[in-house]
């Protein structure tokens, strides 16, 4: 998925930031909702709270992004 695709998403983060909760149960509803859908910023974020590579981080938001397009199509 490009970023351009993903930002298409963006407009729809508000309501994914549930869903990415779930996802990443150690990263805070505000820390979710201040990243913006901005995709580097979520990644970075990923990175950081589980101490994973930015390919590993990176992978795991795209593969969210992917899914949560899937469900709400």
């Known amino acids: 998925m490009d970023r351009a695709r993903v930002d298409t998403s963006i407009s729809q983060w508000s ?40 390919e590993a981080a990176a992978w795991q938001v795209m593969n969210f992004f992917r899914t949560a397009e899937y469900y709400q199509a």
């Open 15 to 54: 309501g994914l930031t549930s869903m990415a909760r779930i996802v990443w149960d150690n990263v805070t509803l505000d820390e979710l909702i201040s990243c913006e859908g901005d995709t580097q910023k979520l990644i970075a974020l990923v990175q950081q709270r589980y101490n994973i590579t930015y």
